[in-house]
């Protein structure tokens, strides 16, 4: 069967597809959750790892009738156009009942808590993987970022994440204290502050989080329970480049680019790792392909063949450990304080 011929049956698939059609998830699969998969680095992350055997919950604000255009399928994955509609048909596509798309707006706690429900439900109760990839973004600096804009960001960067870690840390302690979270979020180092700070309190601060509950998951002994961070070391291609594209040459701006197959590859090599060694690791995707999977060859992930992009994150990145790491002073628990008082 030829080419042309397998892409007019794949059109009139999608034409037809609705999620209701879909059967249970299989029970034999790992299930990942992506929050914030309806283009973009989040895409790409929900097709790997629906390649690499996961069952994927695609989940994000923006969806999509499945009669739309059905000769522009699949859409520009970077356009408004790309939603988790088209992605978990792109997928099914390949591998039937194996993408669901649920629409999710992260501002909203309770949201997330029907979003972790619904997949419960889907899946048989299973849940290995959350990647929280959502995001807002404003580079600005602090005058011309007006409150309204930052209320946003916070919202969905660091609230989000929040709200999605209260959501399933309980399923995952349920399963035997077992689970994996994948954070979008930077390195901690004071250059990225700068120009952005608004955005910058956010994205740190879920760094933060994943640094401190990480700390959680070795004191309370949950050996096979891990949360690390990742972020591009190069620019990726992406909905937010294809929006900012770096001055006014577009090819150059392409040079400058990866693909964000990098991203998924070094989330797949994080997810196959013991979990005590990327627990709390805030992570950058070359470096870690590098250091923890062997790549040594990064021009396939070029957009622009025979370019290498420039690197935009430090080569070095400051230790924020002390020497007095282990020396918590006088520990305090303010659950355990405010559950005592309320018997007394």
């Not at 619904?118 to 807002?136: C, E, P």
């Not at 997810?271 to 060859?297: Q, S, W, Y």
Request: proline share 8%.
């Amino acid at each position: 069967m030829s080419m042309i011929h397998h892409l007019k049956i794949a059109k009139l698939l999608v034409y037809n597809y609705t999620p209701k059609d879909q059967a249970m998830a299989s029970p034999n699969k790992p299930v990942a959750l992506i929050i914030g998969a309806s283009r973009g680095i989040g895409r790409q992350i929900a097709i790997d790892l629906a390649k690499n055997n996961y069952t994927v919950i695609i989940a994000a604000k923006s969806t999509s009738t499945t009669t739309t255009n059905p000769e522009q399928f699949p859409p520009d994955p970077n356009s408004p156009a790309s939603t988790i509609t088209t992605v978990a048909q792109e997928i099914n596509l390949l591998t039937p009942n194996t993408a669901y798309p649920i629409p999710v707006d992260v501002r909203f706690p309770a949201q997330i808590d029907d979003l972790v429900a619904q997949t419960l439900r889907i899946t048989g109760g299973r849940l290995d993987v959350v990647v929280y990839n959502s995001g807002a973004i404003w580079w600005s600096s602090v005058r011309n970022t007006p409150v309204k804009r930052f209320r946003l960001m916070q919202q969905v960067n660091p609230e989000g994440l929040y709200a999605t870690v209260q959501a399933v840390l309980p399923v995952f302690e349920r399963i035997g204290n077992r689970g994996r979270i994948v954070v979008v979020s930077p390195p901690v180092y004071s250059r990225f502050f700068r120009g952005k700070t608004g955005y910058a309190i956010g994205k740190v601060g879920m760094s933060v989080l994943t640094r401190g509950l990480a700390m959680d998951f070795v004191r309370e002994g949950k050996t096979e329970m891990a949360i690390t961070s990742i972020w591009p070391a190069a620019a990726v291609q992406s909905a937010a480049t294809e929006m900012n594209p770096a001055g006014n040459d577009e090819s150059r701006s392409k040079a400058d680019l990866r693909k964000p197959t990098i991203f998924s590859d070094a989330i797949l090599g994080i997810l196959k790792a013991p979990p005590h060694i990327v627990n709390g690791m805030l992570a950058l995707d070359e470096d870690f392909l590098r250091d923890h999977c062997g790549v040594t060859d990064f021009s396939k992930y070029s957009v622009v063949p025979g370019t290498n992009p420039r690197r935009m994150m430090p080569k070095k990145l400051p230790v924020l450990e002390v020497e007095e790491q282990d020396d918590e002073g006088m520990r305090m628990d303010s659950a355990k304080s405010r559950s005592t008082a309320s018997k007394l």
